[in-house]
């Protein structure tokens, strides 16, 4: 009996290598060979084959439906409709902060604090409405004069004791007869806003039954890695995901995203056996290419069995958990035959599919299984548009009109868009110049900043699990350090020259995006040689601010990450350090692995790393200092890289230390990364309106250096 386990075990680690008949094929000679031939029958196989615990899931109609109890009976729970408006995909995942339940405002409200015709103890009716606002901000034109711009946009406007007094967001001026009394803070401070009962509130059997499916897998892992044991976030996160149907799991990097993503299928689908930890239904996950060989590592860590790597799609017919990189995916989704062919889909840096023409994202979309997972720590990349194509997924996706809960069907991005983000009206240098000529119409542009944020938290509430790092116990804090330098002599005469040259590409068209990238370079190695004008040397006072913070933290014996964009500028750096080791996009995969392992073992103190290539599936929680060279505008590499250290695990405050070139490119960029961070903090973390306005505004307010205008760059002037 042993030596059939033996043969099993194997064939249960190499299955992956082997097709699905040649599997079958293999046990079933076993079984003939001992009955047939040695007349020896193996009576305890059946304990080898697998166990099927039925799936968790909650039906489209309403309610959670597990197929077991304790005593492994069939049962039912019904979901009480908190509202007699709502239906089970509008009930929060997870228990709302009271400014993110506006939006589920009605009924009757209580007065906790006198305010204009209302008195503390009076319950008054309460509604909100969807209405149209305008606001203004300043921005600079191309000769740097200031130019008030109209911003129009929906607001929801709460409307208490009928429609006498209103109360909205302090920044816009609603279209209504009646002036607003107060904002969000204003109503937040003096009623009291009702509890929005989560799922898990409404089912709290199903939520304890979900809860000790995690601890059973729990143990099972434990059984293999020595200590294991989930976070309490974790364990209450994945019990929630057992509840719906679609989630969006949107733990900040370093929580632990990547065990969440690989333990979802299981506790979804169910596993074969407990000494077998494989879904009993095909499941897929798809991540970036690069991080395939991780994600097999992990799994053969915590599930003792690796992962199917899915080549083609037309080969899916074992159950078990599937892994491919989005590439892989977009490449060979032609062989795609049936797009419900997996039971559950879990997609890692589910921003991917954001764009709504990449192949990328029109092959992941294609896909259409019974569960859906989205995990990224950056939901919102750029604009909360981002959010749009993950919602519509994870909702249910392809349908013509939007399903209960999430209204919008495929075709409505630009209507979401429009309802969630502030229009700026002739926000162009054209516009503004028909408008001094006396041609003027109304040309309204989406902004970075959001809009009618109730009614936006009210619609990702039943799909977003929302985890920050300050949330969670015993986490070390992150500083942020911004350092400011001047330009060198040399340095300021080349970026002036390479803003005033023309920039076109073989078509003659204006390459604007080739000048922004030179000027960004420019700001941090101007001496590199595929500027048209470059310095002759590489000294500035930006590098040698970066070499004196480099060496004042090795002298101390701590190690130090040094984060840089371009190629130029990292070989700058090595040149001038003794014993640092380059890391990036011109290393292979495997190169980068065996480094990174090596750095994190301590085997070297300085390593110098590029955005891109190191913004993902590594973990340095052993370091506490990050430098940053230049700014990234996409928000999510700016923030993933400098979490490479600052880690659930680490013991340390780490320091960011980031090098700003006065008097460039980085400014502005600098100035759009708190514009997109603070509107991704309204739309995801639900903070507090009046603070994150004020970011907005200022942002929108500052006065752009002309050197700095990005008008001016995209003029060519």
Same mark, same amino acid.
């Given at each position: 009996?042993n030596?059939?386990?033996?043969?099993?075990?194997?064939?249960?680690?190499?299955?992956?290598?082997v097709?699905?008949?040649?599997q079958s094929q293999?046990?079933?000679?076993?079984?003939?060979?001992?009955?047939?031939?040695?007349?020896?029958?193996?009576?305890?196989v059946?304990?080898?084959?697998?166990?099927?615990?039925?799936?968790?899931?909650?039906?489209?109609?309403?309610?959670?439906?597990f197929?077991f109890?304790?005593?492994?009976?069939g049962?039912?729970?019904?979901?009480?409709?908190?509202?007699?408006?709502?239906?089970?995909?509008?009930?929060?995942?997870?228990?709302?902060?009271?400014?993110?339940?506006?939006g589920?405002?009605?009924?009757?409200?209580?007065c906790?604090?006198?305010?204009g015709?209302?008195?503390?103890?009076?319950?008054?009716?309460?509604?909100?409405?969807?209405?149209?606002?305008h606001?203004?901000a300043?921005?600079?034109?191309?000769?740097?004069?200031?130019?008030?711009?109209s911003?129009?946009?929906?607001e929801?406007?709460?409307?208490?004791?009928g429609?006498?007094c209103?109360?909205a967001?302090?920044?816009?001026?609603?279209?209504?007869?009646?002036?607003?009394?107060?904002?969000?803070?204003?109503?937040?401070?003096?009623?009291?806003i009702? &509890? #929005?009962?989560?799922? /898990?509130a409404?089912?709290?059997?199903?939520m $304890? +039954? !979900?809860?000790?499916?995690?601890?059973?897998?729990?143990?099972?892992?434990?059984?293999r890695?020595?200590?294991?044991?989930?976070?309490?976030?974790?364990?209450?996160?994945l019990a929630?995901t057992?509840?719906?149907?679609?989630?969006?799991?949107?733990?900040?990097?370093g929580?632990?995203k990547?065990?969440?993503?690989?333990?979802?299928?299981l506790?979804?689908?169910?596993?074969?056996?407990?000494?077998?930890?494989y879904?009993?239904?095909?499941?897929?996950i798809?991540?970036?290419?690069?991080?395939?060989e991780?994600?097999?590592?992990?799994?053969?860590?915590?599930?003792?069995?690796?992962?199917?790597?899915c080549?083609?799609?037309? &080969? #899916?017919?074992?159950? /078990?958990?599937?892994?491919?990189?989005?590439? $892989? +995916? !977009?490449?060979?989704?032609?062989?795609?035959?049936n797009?419900?062919?997996?039971?559950?889909?879990?997609?890692?840096?589910?921003?991917?599919?954001k764009?709504a023409?990449?192949?990328?994202?029109?092959?992941?979309?294609?896909?259409?299984?019974?569960?859906?997972?989205?995990?990224?720590?950056?939901?919102?990349?750029?604009r909360?548009?981002?959010?749009?194509?993950?919602?519509w997924?994870?909702?249910?996706?392809?349908a013509?009109s939007?399903?209960?809960?999430?209204?919008?069907?495929?075709?409505?991005?630009?209507?979401?868009?429009?309802?969630?983000?502030?229009?700026?009206?002739?926000?162009?240098?054209a516009?503004?110049?028909?408008?001094?000529?006396?041609?003027?119409?109304?040309?309204?542009r989406?902004?970075?900043?959001?809009?009618?944020?109730?009614r936006?938290?009210?619609l990702?509430?039943?799909?977003?699990?929302?985890?920050?790092?300050?949330?969670?116990?015993?986490?070390?804090?992150?500083h942020?350090?911004r350092?400011l330098?001047?330009?060198?002599?040399?340095?300021?005469?080349?970026y002036g020259?390479?803003?005033?040259?023309?920039w076109?590409?073989?078509?003659?068209?204006?390459?604007?995006?080739?000048?922004?990238?030179?000027?960004?370079?420019a700001?941090?190695?101007?001496?590199?040689?595929?500027?048209?004008?470059?310095?002759?040397?590489?000294?500035?006072?930006?590098?040698?601010?970066?070499?004196d913070?480099?060496?004042?933290?090795?002298?101390?014996?701590?190690?130090?990450?040094?984060?840089?964009?371009?190629?130029?500028?990292?070989?700058?750096?090595?040149?001038e350090?003794?014993?640092?080791?380059?890391?990036?996009?011109?290393?292979?995969p495997?190169?980068?692995?065996?480094?990174?392992?090596?750095?994190?073992?301590?085997?070297f103190?300085?390593?110098?790393?590029?955005d891109?290539?190191?913004?993902?599936?590594?973990?340095?929680?052993?370091?506490?200092?990050?430098?940053r060279?230049?700014p990234?505008?996409?928000?999510?590499?700016?923030?993933?890289?400098?979490?490479?250290?600052?880690?659930?695990?680490?013991?340390?405050?780490?320091?960011?230390?980031?090098?700003?070139?006065?008097?460039?490119?980085?400014?502005?960029?600098?100035?759009?990364?708190?514009?997109?961070?603070?509107?991704?903090?309204?739309?995801?973390?639900?903070?507090?309106?009046?603070?994150?306005?004020?970011?907005?505004?200022l942002?929108?307010?500052?006065?752009?250096?002309?050197?700095?205008?990005?008008r001016?760059?995209?003029?060519?002037?």
């Amino acid at each position: 009996m042993n030596t059939v386990q033996a043969i099993l075990r194997l064939r249960q680690v190499c299955r992956h290598h082997v097709s699905a008949s040649t599997q079958s094929q293999a046990l079933n000679a076993i079984l003939f060979f001992y009955k047939h031939v040695l007349n020896r029958p193996i009576q305890e196989v059946a304990a080898l084959r697998a166990k099927r615990p039925g799936p968790l899931k909650l039906p489209a109609g309403g309610g959670c439906k597990f197929p077991f109890d304790e005593k492994g009976r069939g049962m039912k729970l019904r979901a009480k409709t908190p509202m007699t408006t709502q239906c089970s995909k509008t009930i929060p995942l997870a228990p709302l902060l009271p400014i993110q339940r506006i939006g589920y405002l009605s009924g009757h409200i209580v007065c906790t604090k006198d305010i204009g015709p209302f008195l503390a103890g009076g319950l008054y009716p309460v509604q909100t409405l969807v209405w149209p606002a305008h606001s203004s901000a300043n921005w600079a034109d191309a000769l740097g004069r200031s130019v008030k711009l109209s911003m129009r946009s929906l607001e929801t406007i709460v409307f208490v004791g009928g429609v006498k007094c209103a109360f909205a967001p302090a920044h816009v001026r609603p279209n209504i007869s009646k002036p607003a009394i107060g904002d969000y803070a204003t109503l937040l401070e003096h009623f009291d806003i009702p &509890e #929005v009962p989560d799922l /898990g509130a409404l089912n709290p059997q199903a939520m $304890r +039954l !979900a809860g000790e499916r995690v601890r059973q897998l729990e143990r099972l892992i434990a059984g293999r890695v020595a200590g294991f044991s989930y976070f309490p976030h974790q364990s209450e996160d994945l019990a929630r995901t057992m509840l719906t149907n679609g989630v969006i799991l949107a733990w900040m990097t370093g929580l632990g995203k990547a065990l969440g993503l690989l333990s979802w299928p299981l506790l979804k689908l169910g596993w074969m056996a407990d000494d077998f930890l494989y879904p009993n239904e095909p499941a897929l996950i798809l991540c970036p290419d690069e991080l395939v060989e991780q994600l097999e590592a992990e799994a053969m860590r915590f599930f003792g069995v690796a992962p199917y790597i899915c080549t083609r799609f037309d &080969e #899916v017919t074992e159950p /078990g958990l599937y892994l491919a990189g989005y590439h $892989r +995916l !977009a490449r060979k989704i032609d062989t795609l035959r049936n797009p419900a062919v997996f039971a559950a889909v879990a997609m890692d840096e589910g921003t991917k599919i954001k764009s709504a023409d990449s192949q990328i994202g029109r092959a992941a979309r294609t896909l259409a299984p019974r569960f859906r997972l989205v995990a990224s720590a950056t939901p919102i990349k750029n604009r909360v548009v981002d959010l749009f194509w993950l919602l519509w997924w994870v909702a249910g996706g392809h349908a013509r009109s939007g399903a209960a809960g999430f209204p919008y069907g495929a075709n409505g991005e630009r209507s979401f868009q429009t309802s969630y983000t502030t229009q700026a009206i002739n926000r162009t240098l054209a516009s503004q110049a028909a408008k001094r000529t006396g041609y003027y119409r109304d040309y309204p542009r989406p902004t970075a900043q959001v809009c009618n944020l109730p009614r936006l938290w009210r619609l990702a509430a039943p799909y977003l699990l929302r985890r920050r790092k300050d949330e969670i116990a015993g986490i070390v804090p992150k500083h942020d350090h911004r350092i400011l330098v001047p330009m060198g002599n040399e340095q300021g005469l080349v970026y002036g020259e390479l803003l005033r040259r023309q920039w076109t590409d073989c078509n003659g068209q204006p390459a604007t995006f080739a000048k922004l990238q030179a000027l960004r370079l420019a700001a941090v190695a101007p001496h590199a040689k595929t500027l048209p004008v470059r310095a002759s040397t590489p000294q500035t006072p930006k590098l040698a601010g970066i070499l004196d913070m480099v060496r004042q933290v090795i002298t101390a014996g701590d190690p130090i990450v040094v984060f840089s964009a371009f190629h130029a500028a990292t070989d700058m750096i090595a040149a001038e350090l003794n014993g640092a080791r380059v890391l990036d996009g011109r290393n292979t995969p495997k190169d980068r692995a065996r480094v990174a392992a090596e750095f994190a073992a301590g085997k070297f103190q300085i390593l110098l790393a590029g955005d891109n290539s190191m913004g993902l599936g590594f973990n340095f929680d052993h370091c506490s200092n990050v430098v940053r060279t230049s700014p990234e505008w996409p928000l999510d590499i700016s923030e993933q890289p400098p979490d490479r250290c600052h880690r659930l695990t680490s013991k340390r405050d780490v320091h960011v230390y980031s090098f700003i070139c006065e008097g460039t490119i980085e400014a502005a960029v600098e100035r759009l990364l708190k514009e997109k961070r603070a509107s991704a903090a309204l739309a995801l973390d639900g903070e507090f309106v009046a603070e994150a306005h004020q970011l907005l505004e200022l942002a929108a307010k500052e006065a752009i250096p002309r050197a700095v205008t990005l008008r001016e760059i995209i003029r060519g002037t």
